[in-house]
Each structure stands twice: as C-alpha cells, then as structure tokens.
C-alpha cells in the first residue's frame, strides 16, 4: 500500500518535472520579448527551488526505498535458508525496488541539474534588468581582474597553521607544487598565480545573495582624484594599492537595498590568509550603492570577498532571520 | 612501432654472443695493459667535462619569459619612494642634511655616545652586527638595516610606526637607547641646530622652552611623566611640534640613502641586455643555481621579491624564541601600539588629511595571521648583516637556511598567545650541495660600501 502510495507520488513529481521543462522550453522561446527581465528572473528562481525542493523529495523517498531493499534483501537470506519460504515474492519485491531507486536517483539528479541551469539563467536574466535599471552606477559588467601589467606573479604559501612537527614532513615542498613547467621558462617558479582556483569557479561580478533575497553587483570604483593612478581597464584592482569599490545591492524586486550596515570580510582560500586591510563600507553615495574603503590586494591569485548583510534584516516572510545573509564575491586576480 | 621491431629482430642469440666475445676481449685487455685502461680513464673524463661545460651552458641559458619574471628584482627598477602623504618636508634637501647631522649626532642622547649609526651603522649596511643591538642599554630587538626602509609602509619588525618620522622618534625616548627625555632632546636639538631648524621649520619659540622643566615626556620615568603633565597643553604642543619636526628631518635624510648596484643586478642587467658572452663573468655556475633555486624550488622569491627582495609583509616563519623571553607577538602587538600610537599619519602632527591616511584608516587590527608575524626583510647586503632574525636567532646564513629546510613551526603558549600562531612556512628538503648554491647567491646581492655617497656617511670609515 504505501509503496504504491510512493508511486503514485513518483509519478506526479515527474509530471510536475516535465510541466516544468516545458515552461523551461516556453521561456527560452520567448526571451527576447521578455519586458521584464528582474521579474522574469524571479519567477525562474521560483521555478528552479521548485525543481530544487523535488528534487530533494526524490532523494528523501530514494533513502526510504534503499532502506526497504535492505530489508528485503535480508528477507531473501533468511528465505534462502529456509525452503518452507518462497522466495520468489521476496526477489520480485527486490526488482521493483531497485527500478524505482535508479528512478528517483536519475530524476533527483535530472531535476537538481534542471535547478542548477535555471539558477544560472535567473541571474542573468536579473543582470540585465540590473544593469537596465542602475545604468547610472555600473560601468563595467566584466569579472573582476588584476591589471595585465602588472608583472608582479609571486604569491607566498601560507598553508599551514602551527601544526606538530611531523605534520610538516607531510607537506608538499614548494618544487612539488610548481603547478607545470612551461615550456617557455628555464626557471621553475613555485606557487606561480591561479593556484586552487576551480576552473568552473563563478566570478561573476553579479551575484544573489546566499538566501536569494537580494542581488549585488560589484565595481572598482574611480572618481575624478583617483582615476589618473588607477588603471583604463574599469575591470581591474590594483596591486598593492588602497582603492575603492562599489557594491550595488538591489531586493529580489530590483529596489534599492537602502540604509542598512554591511560588514566587509575577504580571504584567500588558499592561503589561510584574509586581506592585508580591513575594508569599510564609508558611505552610501546613492540609495542602494554603497562605497566600500579599504580594499587592498597584496598578491594575485583567488580572493574571496564578502558582504554580510544585518542579521535583523527582515527576510522574505517578513520574519527576522539570525542567520545574516550575505553576497559572495569570487575574483581570480 | 617499425623501427623498433627492427631492433628487436637484430638483438638474435647469435649477435649476442658476438657481442659478450667484445666485453670478455676488452676485459681481458685492460688486466693484461695499462696503456688503454689509461684511454679508457681520460675518455670518461672528458666525457664528463663535456657533460659539465654543456650542464653550464644550459645554466646561463634563460629564455624571454625567465628574464621578464626576473626583470622586477633589478636594483635599477626600484624607483623613487613612495610620496610621503604625513611628512611635508620628506623631498626637502635641507632638511635630509639637517636629518644627517640628526642620524650621527651621539652628542644629543644622554651619555653622548649614542646615535642612530651606533644602531645603525654605514659601513655594516645600517646594521651593528649584534643579536639584541647596544646603546645605552640593551635592546629587545636586532636592528634591522634601514636601506630601503623609505619604501615600506610599516616600520619596526612588528610594523609598530607607519611612518619613518614617526619610527625615528621612538629610539630617542627609549631608555635602552638614547635614554633621553622628549623635552631634553628637543631643547638640545634647538640649541645645537637653531639655523637649520630655522631654515627648513620656521620660528623657534626658544623663550617658551627655557621656562620649561629639565626634562618631561609622557614616555619617561615616573618624574618625567609628571613634569609632562604639569605642563599645559600649548607647552605639550610646542615640544611635540618640533619634536616631530626631528623625525621629519630624519627621515628626509633616510630617503636620500640609495643602493648601488650588486653582482646580481650586474648579471641581471647583461642578462637583460642579451650580453650573453659576459654572464659567466658575472655569477659563477654555483651562484646562478643558487638563483635559479632562489625563485625556484626554494621558492624565497615568493615572499623576497621586488628589487628590494621583500613584499613589506608580515609572515610568522617561526624563527625559535629565546627561552628566556617572553614569545613573539610580532604584528599582533605592532597594530595595538600603533591605535595607541601619538605619532601616526591620523595624528596632529601629521601634514595628511584624515582622507589620505588610507592604511591607518584601514589598519587590520585582528586576524590570527598577525600573531607572531614579522616584516619581510630586505635580502639587499644580506651577506653583510647577520646575525639573522629578530633576535638574532641565526648565526649565519647556512642556519638560516636550515631552518627553512627543515623549520620547526612556533610553539603555541596558551598563556601568551592569543590564538595559535599563524605558520607561513614549509618544509624545502633542498639536499647540502642546494644549500650551499642558495647560500653562495645570497651573498651576490652585497653592494658594494659607495665611499663617495655624500649621504652614506662613509667619510669618518674611510678616515
């Protein structure tokens, strides 16, 4: 009775998997007369934690059913032992429960990608009504990066914390972490840039914030006295030079995130290492774009920037949430 | 795929045999004579003599993007120093030859035989040579070279000044080092330099002075800080204004010291300019595979880059602390003393705005990185100035080299450390020939002592 409860279930996620496909379908047709991309977008984010919340429930039931076949499997055991058992009922239990396992692991996973590709298209249907609405505020829509003359390649390895002495004979020498020897270079030059970024690392300079609830965006920012000694390229931080930047943040409605306090934090994965300052928002020059003071990078490589919201803020249902939420921030340097 | 099973048809039993007939011949030969065992010998040396001069000609080769990369570390690249935002008069010559009286002026300290140069002395690279450096007293510290010290935004091992004006102030009314008052010095200072404080600063209020206490500083002994704080504010200003005057001076003087060229920037520069024949006249085989594993496998270069060979970091290395001190706080105390510091660019007496003060302003004032860590030393001379470490910890370069071969990481006291200390550092196994070779690059970078650089002071050596 309850499995075939589970099917039906099964079933119905499925259609509702399906429905939502051709949604899917119908909004990628018509994506050009889209009117409202920020509005478009949210409904995207809606349809992909739908697909995400299945997807779950799939993998939750899967659990169940992985239970079951154990049980079963246990029985068959037993039944083998025993000829008065028929076995047969036992082995037929099993088949179907293996069929309905591989199912809800391949729908599960189907449907956790399918929220993954709408995420992705949420935001950047949210990007461009961003970009549409703060015309003002955002002059480059570019990853950040560090200026291309910058010749300066060295970052130090600082990978470990005070450990016992015999951890270090497990440690990598630096000779083995020279990530390739190039064909162009004689010398063989250690923890060369770019070490332990992940290639399909998101270094988007737009991003949701980690509970959805709103968007930023990022940009070094350069008035009139400072743009002579920072570099053209509007994509670009310095090396080793105080500089500004401007965080835009916007609600899931695209308004201006207003008057609230956000807290400034940064590392470097790799390293163990946060920034060399301690950055500040100073000022909010226009409703929803603040001034962030204070960024420094010493070295190139991957930094991780991120903005706390307040924890009072009030969420979505209106309710306080003591989990503050946040933007992260990825830049490969 | 052919070829070799060509070769693979031709190794048959037969020519084996034929084969083994040659070896037993020649062994054979070389019992009964001495004549071709000798070839035999000389034919192996020269083999290896051609392996060598072949081995060597690779060493020197470096290709385009070898000398882009090491492009950075020439001397000649280094450039003028940063602006100074906080000291107004940092370019002003007059007061850089005021700040050179100040530098090796023993006069002013209060047994008349201290001054900078005690500490910090030309002709050792601005070093003493000591583990814990001597004045009137003995220091907590070893006396860092202050060549280069104009392009680093912290100064002190720990970072504890932000300025060079600033940090000159500090030996002044340390009693292990001048031991003298603020008030004392500054009036001394006054009656000794009255033109040339004139002529770069402007009145001196000398009449104001006189009616003033012996000696006062709010960093003295107990009578002095009273004297300080019986006087009025205005006193309190008037003393303060010139004595930061004097860091002023002292600095401008510190940022006219410049580096002449070494060995290393000399092959650099041919290196730069494709004068291949001469490279080998420059650094010796040994020296260029110190080079060449001083960006490479002994990967120093990632934190002693630049032409000054540091990245004005702070890194915990772990360099052991003495059993009988207390450990080292490093960083994490230098930015506590600098909050509370009288002197920094946010202060009075500095000619910046609070706007241009960006690295006060944004002083990362916790972290666990901070604990224990220390400034990256310039490896500029670096032959020249041991003992090596903050304390002095390492005799000689070989020591020092051995403790990052093998580094033991800083032990945690719970009672003194504030967290577990940060540990930037890991483990090289260079092999004894690769120490020696890194050993033997390090000491390319000494400059030769300019005898006729006006500001090294060199004068009085040379006497």
């Known amino acids: ?333 | 795929m052919e070829k070799t099973s060509k070769v693979n048809k031709g190794c048959n039993p037969r020519s084996i045999t034929i084969g083994l007939l040659f070896v037993l011949l020649a062994a054979c030969t070389e019992q009964n004579t001495e004549t071709p065992s000798d070839n035999q010998e000389l034919a192996k040396k020269t083999k290896t003599e051609k392996k060598i001069t072949s081995d060597t000609k690779e060493l020197y080769q470096f290709t385009d993007i070898d000398i882009q990369f090491l492009e950075p570390f020439l001397i000649s690249n280094l450039g003028e120093p940063p602006k100074s935002v906080s000291n107004q008069y940092s370019e002003n010559i007059d007061a850089a030859k005021l700040g050179k009286k100040l530098f090796f002026d023993a006069s002013l300290s209060n047994n008349k035989q201290v001054s900078c140069a005690t500490c910090h002395q030309p002709k050792r690279y601005f070093t003493d040579g000591l583990a814990f450096s001597k004045a009137t007293g003995v220091t907590k510290r070893s006396s860092p070279s202050v060549l280069g010290a104009a392009y680093s935004p912290w100064q002190f091992w720990d970072g504890r000044k932000d300025s060079l004006w600033s940090q000159a102030l500090g030996p002044i009314e340390d009693h292990n080092e001048y031991n003298t008052s603020r008030l004392t010095y500054v009036r001394n200072f006054l009656e000794k330099y009255p033109n040339e404080y004139q002529n770069v600063f402007g009145d001196i209020k000398l009449d104001q002075i006189a009616q003033l206490p012996k000696s006062a500083s709010p960093k003295g002994n107990s009578q002095e800080i009273k004297n300080w704080e019986n006087m009025s504010k205005t006193q309190q200003d008037l003393i303060n204004q010139v004595f930061s005057h004097i860091g002023k001076a002292i600095m401008a003087y510190q940022r006219q010291l410049t580096i002449p060229p070494s060995r290393f920037d000399h092959f650099l520069e041919a290196l730069v300019e494709k004068r291949e024949a001469e490279l080998p006249k420059l650094l010796s085989p040994q020296e260029v595979k110190g080079l060449r594993l001083f960006v490479g496998k002994a990967n120093c270069a990632s934190c002693h880059n630049g032409p000054l060979f540091t990245n004005y970091e702070f890194h915990n290395i772990g360099a052991p602390d003495p059993i009988d001190k207390p450990v080292e706080l490093g960083r994490y105390q230098g930015v506590k003393d600098l909050v509370e510091d009288e002197f920094t660019c946010l202060s009075k007496w500095s000619d910046a705005s609070e706007q241009d003060c960006a690295e006060m302003r944004f002083l990362k004032t916790s972290g666990p990185e901070l604990v224990g860590a220390l400034k990256t030393p310039t490896l500029r001379n670096i032959a020249e100035t041991a003992p090596y470490m903050q304390m002095g910890q390492f005799e000689n370069l070989q020591q020092v080299i051995t403790h990052y071969n093998f580094p033991a990481p800083p032990v945690y006291n719970r009672e003194q450390h504030p967290n577990r200390p940060h540990f930037d550092i890991l483990p090289l196994k260079l092999t004894t020939q690769e120490v020696v070779e890194l050993e033997s690059f390090l000491h390319t970078l000494t400059s030769p002592l300019p005898k006729d650089d006006p500001w090294w002071g060199l004068e009085k050596d040379i006497d």
């Open chain 1, 1 to 333: 009775m309850n499995n075939k409860i589970k099917n039906l279930a099964a079933i119905i996620i499925t259609c509702c998997m399906l429905g939502t496909q051709a949604n899917n379908l119908a909004v990628e047709s018509t994506e050009s007369i889209i009117k409202n991309p920020i509005e478009h977008a949210v409904q995207l984010m809606h349809q992909a934690n739908q697909a995400n919340e299945d997807s779950r429930q799939l993998i939750l039931d899967a659990n169940t059913v992985r239970k079951q076949l154990k049980e079963q499997r246990t029985a068959l055991i037993r039944a083998k032992n025993n000829p008065q058992i028929n076995s047969k009922e036992s082995q037929e239990k099993i088949a179907q429960l293996v069929e309905k396992l591989e199912s809800n692991q391949t729908q599960g996973a189907n449907l956790r990608q399918q929220s993954k590709l709408l995420k992705q298209q949420a935001a950047e249907h949210f990007e461009k009504g961003f970009v549409q609405k703060w015309k003002q505020w955002v002059s480059n829509t570019e990853p950040l990066t560090m200026d291309d003359t910058v010749k300066n390649i060295f970052a130090h390895n600082a990978q470990l914390r005070s450990v016992h002495k015999n951890m270090l004979e497990k440690a990598n020498t630096p000779e083995e972490t020279i990530s390739q020897k190039r064909d162009d270079m004689s010398l063989q030059v250690p923890a060369l840039v770019e070490q332990n970024a992940p290639p399909d690392l998101n270094i988007n300079a737009f991003k949701f914030s980690r509970q959805e609830q709103y968007f930023a965006h990022i940009e070094v920012h350069t008035d009139e006295t400072t743009q002579s000694s920072q570099s053209k390229n509007v994509a670009a931080v310095p090396l080793n030079k105080i500089h500004q930047w401007r965080l835009m943040i916007s609600d899931i409605n695209g308004e201006p995130l207003e008057n609230v306090k956000i807290q400034v934090e940064g590392h470097m994965p790799g390293h163990v290492h946060g920034l060399p300052t301690a950055p500040e928002v100073t000022q909010e020059i226009a409703p929803g774009v603040y001034l962030v003071d204070g960024v420094k990078f010493q070295m190139k490589g991957w930094w991780v920037m991120k903005f706390i919201l307040p924890s009072d803020l009030k969420n979505k249902a209106n309710s306080v949430d003591l989990n503050p939420d946040f933007f992260t921030f990825n830049l490969v340097l």
